[in-house]
């Protein structure tokens, strides 16, 4: 059987030439629109993505078509700074020198959620300008921008929306096969737990995908194989660390401080003490969430920030050395305990940190400790509390075993048990009735028949820990809820 990463592929004109995988449906649409040029009809495309998802690659593949089919092409890259710069994105699209000779134009803007007011206006209103000059606007714009792209808000009614999404397993190993040169077929079973465990670190991101295989080609020794994707982890943080660092200083210069900050306080942190310790003014630090939000770094309000996907939480925080770290948490610590935070919460950050001098880190130690050990004991409380109140267990005698069979036919036979407040319909002791062949209560503590519900060992394993229901080494006849089988 052909491997769908190593067999032939069928022919794909365009689509396998640009190098993009799976995105035949936004090729297509690109098409489309373009061919709409030559009968005089003007569009609008905006390709809608988290960071990462391949919308400027997309782009310039549209770019590239058009220049092929001898169409002038004017692009356009905005940046955080151009919102108050009046006609900046306009600018930029006439000092970019036109490929090719007069006619009908594509208009290629990058990151036009970033483009002030003024050029997005100027943008609507050529592309619905019609007659012998007609142009096509295609534009990239994040997800957080609302809705169908920002298309109705940024003035640009009527746009088609592209979302291109996440590679699959088969696209994963494609790309996998072609940057490192070899061939994976996806029924090798180590292969495909390699590729599976790239498919988890990355979600199909094509940019992460991308940057974790360059670094795996460069890394001596990594193969492919079963034995390798516990290295995986590891360079991913690596490479979205660098990767962030790079991006989030060209969007903002405050907005990796911020992301760093909220890393070492943890998620849900407030907005002003991620500011505080980050050393941004308000203004700053409100503009630099609004750049993590929108590539998809930071989710939540002003009050409750938190990191959508661990591996970014964890390659924010690694892109840290290690005495900047342990110096931020220190400061964390100074910072939530004079916003008076939890206890608990502060001592993280003081186990963290460098190690402070003040005498209240010993006070607040000791109450995150005693806090901690009354939450142990009520717990503990609870568990007996629940022994206690339950009835004796009822068992059947040595001299009367169960077996198998006997206890599958208990099972079918048995009524229902009454429904009880506190164990539940599958947790309540009842008697079989005498025509299943029992000779009734033998113990000395009166064991009932066959196919008797344990009530005692059922609310035990229902309400404390697995640990504490393996230590049970009788057998129930009806195995509790909550009992490992």
């Known amino acids: 059987m052909t491997s769908p990463v190593t067999g032939p592929q069928p022919a794909r004109p365009w689509a396998w030439r640009v190098g993009l995988l799976e995105r035949?449906?936004?090729?297509?649409?690109?098409?489309?629109?373009?061919?709409?040029?030559?009968d005089g009809r003007s569009q609008v495309v905006l390709i809608q993505g988290v960071m990462g998802m391949g919308k400027t690659a997309l782009l310039a593949a549209a770019t590239s078509r058009a220049a092929e089919l001898g169409l002038r092409v004017r692009q356009a890259r905005c940046c955080v700074h151009d919102r108050r710069v009046r006609f900046a994105a306009v600018r930029q699209l006439h000092a970019s020198p036109a490929r090719t000779g007069a006619g009908p134009e594509v208009l290629a803007v990058d990151d036009l959620h970033d483009a002030d007011a003024w050029s997005v206006s100027w943008l609507a209103e050529r592309a619905a300008a019609e007659g012998p000059r007609p142009a096509l606007l295609i534009a990239t714009v994040c997800d957080d921008e609302g809705e169908a792209a920002g298309s109705g808000r940024r003035g640009l009614p009527g746009a088609r929306v592209l979302r291109p999404g996440p590679l699959s397993l088969v696209g994963v190993g494609r790309l996998t096969a072609a940057t490192l040169g070899l061939p994976l077929p996806l029924d090798d079973p180590s292969c495909l737990a390699w590729l599976r465990e790239c498919l988890r670190l990355t979600a199909g991101h094509p940019l992460w995908v991308r940057e974790l295989l360059d670094r795996a080609a460069r890394t001596p020794g990594l193969a492919p194989m079963a034995e390798a994707a516990g290295t995986l982890p590891a360079l991913a943080a690596e490479?979205?660390?660098?990767?962030?660092?790079?991006?989030?200083?060209?969007?903002?210069?405050?907005?990796?401080?911020?992301?760093?900050?909220?890393?070492?306080?943890?998620?849900?942190?407030?907005?002003?003490?991620?500011?505080?310790?980050?050393?941004?003014?308000?203004?700053?630090?409100?503009?630099?969430?609004?750049?993590?939000?929108?590539?998809?770094?930071?989710s939540g309000s002003g009050g409750a920030l938190a990191f959508p996907d661990p591996l970014v939480r964890h390659a924010v925080a690694a892109?840290?050395?290690?005495?900047?770290?342990?110096?931020?948490?220190?400061?964390?610590?100074?910072?939530?305990?004079?916003?008076?935070?939890?206890?608990?919460?502060?001592?993280?950050?003081l186990l963290r940190g460098e190690r402070l001098s003040a005498g209240w880190a010993t006070t607040v130690l000791l109450q995150a400790a005693r806090q901690r050990q009354r939450r142990t004991c009520a717990t503990r409380s609870r568990c007996a509390a629940t022994r206690a109140s339950a009835p004796r267990c009822w068992w059947p005698t040595p001299t009367s075993p169960t077996s198998p069979a006997s206890t599958a036919t208990a099972r079918s036979t048995a009524p229902s048990p009454p429904p009880s407040p506190r164990c539940g319909p599958a947790m309540v002791t009842t008697a079989a009735p005498a025509a299943q062949g029992t000779t009734g209560m033998t113990s000395a503590r009166g064991a009932p028949p066959a196919g008797t519900a344990c009530c005692w060992h059922a609310s035990r394993h229902a309400s404390c820990s697995p640990r504490s229901a393996s230590r049970c080494r009788r057998p129930c006849p009806f195995p509790p809820r909550g009992r490992p089988a």
Do not use: Y
């Open 24 to 38: 035949g449906a936004e090729l297509r649409a690109v098409e489309d629109a373009l061919a709409g040029l030559h």
């Open 239 to 298: 490479v979205v660390s660098e990767v962030l660092a790079a991006r989030l200083d060209r969007q903002h210069p405050g907005a990796l401080r911020l992301a760093q900050a909220v890393s070492v306080l943890g998620d849900r942190c407030d907005l002003a003490t991620a500011a505080a310790l980050a050393e941004l003014p308000g203004g700053q630090a409100r503009d630099a969430l609004q750049v993590l939000a929108r590539i998809g770094l930071v």
């Open 319 to 349: 892109s840290m050395p290690a005495s900047a770290l342990a110096a931020s948490s220190a400061e964390a610590a100074s910072l939530l305990h004079r916003n008076g935070a939890p206890p608990a919460r502060i001592a993280i950050q």
